[in-house]
């Protein structure tokens, strides 16, 4: 529904508003549509998926299509392009774009997400709906963070009302504070809840007390929190997350979607058991490691991995014994 209304009414939704009488408002469906939450729903296991390069930093597409043939065995929701775990800022528009439409054709119908987070206003808007051209469900975005002085909440709140007014797919927040310095407030988001165009959160911050009020605070506003960390994907959805985004699930996806099941179905024991379990891994592929973790974790487990875009290098040999060490005395190896 989303796609016929932006393919029958290409006007952004503050120009629409505008351009229609009053007449036409009550009886043009698609006005009725804008009127209220866009619709999707974006609930369960994403991995914010790794991009995949040769030895010459190029993006080798054939890695991610081995990547992608396995994963479709796991019963993910989806997947988040151009995360931080898919080294976004290391990459070129042209290549965000050819990866949002390789993972189009690829992907076996499941949602994309896609991250279009960019310094300016103008830019964010303009690579949204380049992700929405190339089959993006979602777009994932990220505040901008080089300024981050004159990041007030105001600046902040201006910036994502444009990009949502603009944007022709639904717009998810992303507060990732370790990478930009800045943590999007619970105050802000649930006033940013109130657009139209804007779904949801990935939270990756980490603080339930604030993910639990974000969850109440915006309980009658159709609006979707999604974990940020597998760390502490468990607590985050008994508070009220319907999902998580998580750098483990690139190596660890079916025990990820095991213990969003478990809480699903009500099997607390086996939740908190698997979740203890996750921690250690979790920890060595975020905080400790970062990406060069992730992709070190996927050739351990069977997948490409691989390297890292420069500057970023690969774990060194005493790291990898580190890393596995953490997964086997976990049961993962």
């Known amino acids: 529904m989303y796609r016929l209304f932006n393919k029958k009414y290409p006007l952004n939704f503050k120009s629409l508003f505008n351009h229609v009488t009053k007449k036409e408002h009550q009886n043009c469906s698609a006005v009725k549509f804008l009127s209220s939450k866009a619709s999707l729903d974006v609930s369960g296991i994403y991995p914010p998926i790794i991009t995949t390069f040769n030895d010459h930093g190029d993006i080798n597409f054939d890695k991610l299509k081995f990547n992608l043939d396995k994963w479709k065995e796991i019963p993910f929701k989806g997947y988040v392009v151009l995360g931080s775990t898919g080294e976004f800022t290391s990459l070129s528009e042209d290549e965000k774009v050819k990866l949002v439409k390789f993972m ?47 990041m007030t909440e105001n600046v902040l709140y201006e910036h994502y009302q444009k990009v949502a007014d603009s944007s022709k797919i639904p717009v998810i927040l992303y507060s990732v504070p370790a990478n930009t310095g800045l943590d999007l407030s619970a105050a802000l988001i649930t006033k940013l809840a109130d657009h139209p165009n804007i779904i949801g959160l990935k939270d990756s911050g ?128």
């Open 104 to 150: 189009k054709d690829n992907n076996g119908g499941k949602l994309i997400i896609a991250g279009s987070g960019c310094e300016s206003t103008h830019n964010t808007i303009v690579l949204t709906n380049k992700m929405a051209d190339a089959g993006a469900n979602a777009a994932l975005v990220v505040s901008p963070f080089f300024y981050k002085g004159r």
């Open 206 to 333: 980490g603080d339930i007390t604030k993910i639990g009020l974000i969850v109440h605070k915006t309980k009658e506003k159709n609006f979707q929190v999604l974990a940020g960390s597998a760390g502490f994907l468990y607590p985050a959805l008994c508070t009220g997350c319907v999902g998580g985004v998580l750098a483990l699930a690139n190596s660890l996806g079916r025990p990820t979607c095991e213990l969003y099941q478990y809480v699903k179905e009500g099997k607390h024991d086996a939740a908190r058991k698997l979740q203890h379990r996750l921690i250690g891994p979790n920890l060595c592929v975020t905080k400790i490691f970062g990406i060069p973790g992730v992709k070190s974790s996927m050739d351990m487990l069977g997948y490409q991995g691989g390297l890292c875009r420069s500057p970023l290098k690969e774990l060194s040999s005493a790291e990898k014994e580190e890393l596995k060490k953490e997964f086997k005395a976990n049961g993962f190896l």
